[in-house]
């Protein structure tokens, strides 16, 4: 049974301070943004840039398989199997996801094998390769639900205080597009990699060194909020409103 209005005061009042206060960790991240772009590296020269299509295209060496194989040459990866897409990420985000699976920071059957057999400047020139292609066209697909766009485009640029939950579009920018090799562009991305993404660190897993903090975000998203914001996601487009 629901208490009195004076009773919930204290509730309510304790959620919005707590909520208050990621909001300002949202300003102080937007001041970091703007420090990773000041130090970002100058962009790969066109030799980076040719080496990192053969990797990609054909394989580091004789019997070693190809990037694209599952990410496809242009980069667009496979939307129905949750593959991501590579083109037009920044190429320090690939490179660094690429050392965390060398490394063992990050797990995954098929990527971790892969990325060890490429040396530090392999996977640089790999990473300035994709980050180097146009961002793919979206792919043709049934539409969602308009209620279901709606909210995920709520949570996702307006967060829910209700919850503490903090708006994705803080990081990611409000057309999802990311900020340096900070946080990824993620308009485009299929709601099938999304919500695997989400789900991992909502399960509790930390997924790579830089994964704390949306394993603290995911944590307050249910898995209708999920597959909302997923869902949106996967329609997210540069230029666009993107107001269902």
Avoid at 36 to 46: E, S, V
Avoid at 91 to 99: C, F, K, M, N, V
Avoid at 222 to 231: E, F, Y
């Amino acid at each position: 049974m629901m208490g009195t209005t004076r009773e919930r005061r204290p509730a309510l009042g304790a959620t919005l301070r707590r909520f208050s206060g990621w909001v300002a960790y949202g300003t102080g991240s937007a001041m970091m943004f703007a420090m990773t772009i000041a130090a970002a590296p100058a962009q790969a020269g066109d030799a980076d840039i040719a080496a990192g299509r053969v990797i990609a295209v054909q394989g580091a060496a004789a019997g070693q398989p190809a990037c694209a194989a599952c990410h496809m040459a242009d980069g667009a990866g496979q939307p129905e199997g949750g593959i991501p897409a590579l083109a037009g990420l920044n190429a320090g985000y690939i490179r660094d996801q690429l050392t965390f699976f060398a490394e063992g920071q990050r797990t995954h059957p098929i990527m971790q094998p892969f990325a060890k057999m490429l040396t530090a400047e392999q996977r640089g020139q790999v990473a300035a390769y994709f980050a180097s292609l146009p961002v793919p066209a979206p792919a043709e697909s049934t539409p969602p639900p308009q209620s279901l766009l709606e909210t995920g485009r709520r949570l996702f640029q307006d967060g829910d205080f209700r919850t503490g939950l903090l708006a994705c579009a803080s990081c990611h920018g409000p057309d999802g597009q990311g900020v340096g090799d900070f946080s990824p562009r993620l308009a485009g991305q299929s709601a099938t990699y999304v919500t695997e993404q989400l789900d991992t660190w909502k399960a509790g897993n930390q997924r790579d060194p830089n994964g704390a903090f949306m394993r603290a975000e995911s944590g307050h998203l249910s898995d209708a909020d999920i597959a909302a914001v997923a869902a949106f996601i996967e329609v997210l487009t540069k230029g666009k409103d993107n107001k269902p």
